[in-house]
């Protein structure tokens, strides 16, 4: 895992000699990166940009690139071009430049982002991977353009620190992250998962290179060639992620997703597919969410070791201080456990970690399926499935299922009518309704429904929506950025491109049969994973973390969110009501404490950020 940034002078500038928006940004940068950077390299790309990298930056005839990731299609790609198979994989970036231009990014496989300068041309072209693994985020000025991994790097290095945006603020503060571009800085942008970016003197430009064939669908004759085909997946996707020749680990919990990485990798690494040596399991006990029987378990299966990490409780003041590092919103307060887990990760000499993340989205299920089997006249197996789930602990109630049932078949002149009428208090009460107007929050959040690609059925539609929604992709973004602070790769085989293909691809009784959730893989991995890990359909919840991390924060005051309130985002009262509510139901053991909870914490985190551009200004 490499950081890197860049700036280029689109205008013609000399770079070293433009302050703040030339090369000396990256001096700043270098010295604000820290430990994700101990030893970076500030090199020159000609007279007109510079670029920041943890290895020196590959520079060959007046083309120069900083690349961060992992190319899996490596020999392929090397027969393709005609060049060495041992090239570094920023080396066969540049060959399929040379070749492709532009193009290049559709011939790669991997997690990957990156940034070319073109000397002759005086243009950049850069990338990112499908999945948006590996964050890029980029910043325009007045005839220059800045690049870096993370966002501090962009706001506090580079020009004036940006004012906030607040559309995105009125995202965070209800939960709904829609945009997959924007930052909670105005004028700094990711480049959202499966873009490139190309930007010259005459301008700025971004365009999608991949998105599934939607009218190709996998059809085998037998259970079985399913199976098949899911394993031949996994294991190539897993020994992709282990082409190290250290130990890697793999972080297990007590669910399938998970369990199957770990028996996958640990038979890689046992049989020397790979150059891996061996695969360590990392675990976490949680007395509030105990696992520990299934992990074990597991581990004891796999036949690899299992270090078990104790949970921890945030110490006072710790996301203040990740918030005043990071600049970014700390929306998953896991890092006190996960953190530790990490330090045991770099300890034990592991640089990779691979995560059973992405399952869920690409294998599992959605409740608009039921439409899709009253759209085909299914009407007895709607009922079945129906009647299965509300028997489920998980169960999200009737009026959500019926919803689910009838809303995707409704025209869209009626759903327009329906959302008219409905616009009243659809908002959260915590908001301001004049901020929410300024901002136009009801459209940016009706964002989350669009679909931009067209799809046989309804599932499916909402599979591609969920998996990628501006939610997903900030977690993706934060565990990334936790483990470059540890020198560590997280990894996740089930966001390989081949996967997620897969995934939409197949028959939805394949998705879910009999109750069971991802059944295809539950059935691809019964012969390797125990029976009470394969069946198991409920996970514990991690809401207790959320909690905790209020108290940490509030030290048991009321929730008052001040920097918000000033700014005339929020309503005070009504935040403090929700939060006592949360506490409320937390302390009496009822489970729904969890919704208050996120909200609640949302605002704190808000307010955390806040803070800190408050002093970086």
């Excluded at 020994?239 to 028996?263: E, F, K, N, P, Y």
């Amino acid at each position: 895992m490499s950081l890197i940034a860049g700036i280029a002078r689109l205008d013609g500038a000399p770079v070293a000699a433009m302050g703040s928006t030339g090369a000396a940004a990256l001096t700043r940068m270098a010295a604000r990166a820290g430990v994700r950077a101990p030893h970076p390299t500030i090199a020159a790309c000609g007279e007109h940009a510079a670029c920041l990298h943890e290895d020196r930056p590959l520079i060959e005839e007046g083309l120069s690139i900083v690349f961060d990731g992992r190319l899996d299609n490596r020999d392929d790609l090397a027969r393709e071009l005609a060049v060495d198979r041992n090239a570094d994989d920023d080396a066969l970036v540049l060959f399929a430049y040379r070749k492709w231009a532009t193009a290049a990014v559709e011939h790669l496989l991997g997690d990957f982002a990156f940034a070319i300068w073109d000397a002759p041309r005086r243009q950049l072209y850069a990338a990112r991977d499908v999945a948006g693994v590996r964050p890029f985020l980029y910043r325009e000025g007045r005839g220059w353009l800045a690049w870096a991994s993370e966002v501090d790097l962009l706001a506090a290095c580079v020009d004036t620190l940006p004012a906030p945006n607040e559309g995105m603020a009125g995202e965070y503060l209800t939960g709904v992250i829609t945009s997959r571009r924007d930052t909670l800085f105005e004028g700094i942008y990711r480049l959202p998962p499966a873009h490139a970016l190309t930007a010259s003197s005459h301008w700025v430009r971004t365009r999608c290179y991949w998105t599934p064939e939607p009218r190709t669908g996998i059809v085998y004759r037998t259970d079985g060639d399913y199976e098949a085909h899911l394993r031949d997946l996994l294991r190539a996707s897993v020994s992709d992620r282990l082409r190290t020749t250290q130990a890697a680990g793999v972080m297990l919990s007590g669910g399938i997703d998970s369990s199957a990485v770990t028996v996958v990798g640990a038979h890689a690494c046992r049989t020397a597919t790979v150059p891996c040596p061996e695969l360590r399991a990392y675990s976490v006990h949680d007395p509030q969410a105990d696992e520990r029987e299934h992990f074990e378990m597991l581990s004891r299966i796999a036949d690899v070791r299992c270090e078990v990490v104790s949970s921890a409780l945030p110490r006072p003041g710790q996301f203040r201080d990740e918030t005043a590092r990071d600049l970014d919103v700390q929306t998953f307060p896991q890092s006190p456990t996960l953190d530790r887990l990490r330090a045991r990760v770099r300890r034990d000499g592991a640089r990779v970690l691979l995560t059973g993340v992405g399952s869920d989205d690409w294998l599992g299920t959605s409740p608009l399926s039921l439409a899709d089997l009253l759209r085909r006249g299914r009407i007895a197996a709607l009922w079945r499935r129906m009647w299965r789930e509300s028997k489920d602990d998980d169960f999200d109630g009737w009026p959500f299922t019926l919803k689910s049932v009838v809303w995707p078949l409704v025209p869209a002149p009626a759903k327009g009518i329906v959302r008219r009428i409905a616009r009243r208090g659809r908002l959260p009460a915590w908001i301001r309704p004049e901020f929410a107007e300024r901002i136009h929050l009801r459209e940016r959040l009706a964002c989350a429904l669009a679909v931009d690609v067209e799809f046989p059925t309804y599932e499916q539609a909402h599979i591609w929506q969920s998996g990628r929604n501006g939610l997903r992709i900030h977690g993706v973004e934060a565990t990334t950025r936790a483990g470059r602070r540890f020198g560590i790769d997280h990894a996740h085989p089930f966001l390989d491109r081949r996967v997620m293909e897969f995934g939409l691809a197949l028959p939805a009784d394949q998705r879910w049969r009999g109750g069971r959730p991802k059944d295809l893989l539950r059935r691809a991995m019964a012969a390797d994973v125990p029976a009470a890990i394969a069946g198991r359909l409920t996970s514990p919840s991690g809401g207790h973390v959320v909690m905790q991390a209020l108290d940490a924060e509030l030290h048991g005051r009321e929730l008052t969110a001040s920097a918000c309130e000033q700014r005339g985002w929020i309503c005070a009262s009504q935040l403090a009501a929700l939060h006592a509510r949360a506490h409320a139901l937390y302390q009496s053991g009822n489970p729904s404490y969890t919704w208050p909870a996120w909200n609640a914490w949302s605002a704190v985190a808000m307010n955390l950020w806040l803070d800190a551009v408050t002093v970086v200004q």
